[in-house]
Structures are given as structure tokens and as C-alpha cells.
């Protein structure tokens, strides 16, 4: 007896591009944690052109540019994180990198959520938890501008 589960075929030939995305999420996290130790070691914010910071940065622009029809809340975020990350922008180095990654991780799980059919999002086996991470990570990224005081 096999306790094979069946997974819709629409799911199934999108599991490369799913796949793609969770892994974008360990790239960040690496980047991030690169950055936080670098904070913690040397007391001090990171350089403007630290390699992680630019990853981050990269990687923000080049999943927004991914991004269609994106709900207001996102679209608002997404003018907020880019002024952030300007060169007129007086955001630490360090944060604008913790915004680029809450950033991409949010807009990763967005694109996701946007591949599965309406009628399997319903399921909350299928959809359940990444809507929670989703909403998890959009509330950490709206976080960044409402604790600062940052217009968006």
C-alpha cells in the first residue's frame, strides 16, 4: 500500500517555479544573516556596497519586475522599499537590507499564492500555511516603514 498523496496536476507542473521560489527565500536568508553578523561584530552599519546589501537590492528589483497586478497594500510597499533603497534615502545600509529581504520573501510567496487555481486556494490543506507565511511576511515588511514613521 503506498501513501502516495494525489497532487492536482495544475500543482504539479508548476512545482519547478514553486521549488525556484522557496530557494529564493534561503538565498535571503543567507544574505540577511551575513549582514547581521557583520552588525553585530562591528558595531556599526554595513557599507553601501557591501555584497549582500547588493544581492538584496538585486533581488527586490528583479522579483518586483516579476510582479503583475499587484494588490494596492503591495504597490505601496513596493514605492516605499524603492525610496528606501534610493540614493537620497537616509535608511540605515543594514535596514534597507532587513526591507529588500522581508520584501522578497513577501512578493516570492505572493507569486506563489497567484499560481495555484481559486478553487484549490479554497483548501486550506493545500493553501493554508503559505497564506499564513505570506501574511507573515507582508506584516513584517509593512513593520519596516510603520515603526519608522516612513510615509507609504
Partial sequence: MH?????DPR???????FQQLHMASFDVIMH??????IVQ???????????HLL???RSFTTTLAMC??????????????EQAISDDSNVPFATQAQICAAAVNCLNHWRILKQIPEDLLSIDTISATLKQRFSEHLAMW???FATNNTQH
Fill in 68 to 81: 503583475s497586478a499587484l494588490e494596492p497594500q503591495i504597490k505601496v510597499l513596493s514605492q516605499a522599499t
Fill in 142 to 144: 509593512d513593520s519596516y
Fill in 41 to 51: 561584530t562591528t558595531a556599526q552599519d554595513i557599507e553601501p556596497t557591501n555584497e
Fill in 32 to 37: 540577511i544573516n551575513a549582514i547581521q553578523e
Fill in 55 to 57: 544581492e538584496l537590492i
Fill in 11 to 17: 500543482l504539479q507542473q508548476k512545482e519547478a517555479l
Fill in 3 to 7: 501513501n502516495d498523496k494525489f497532487v
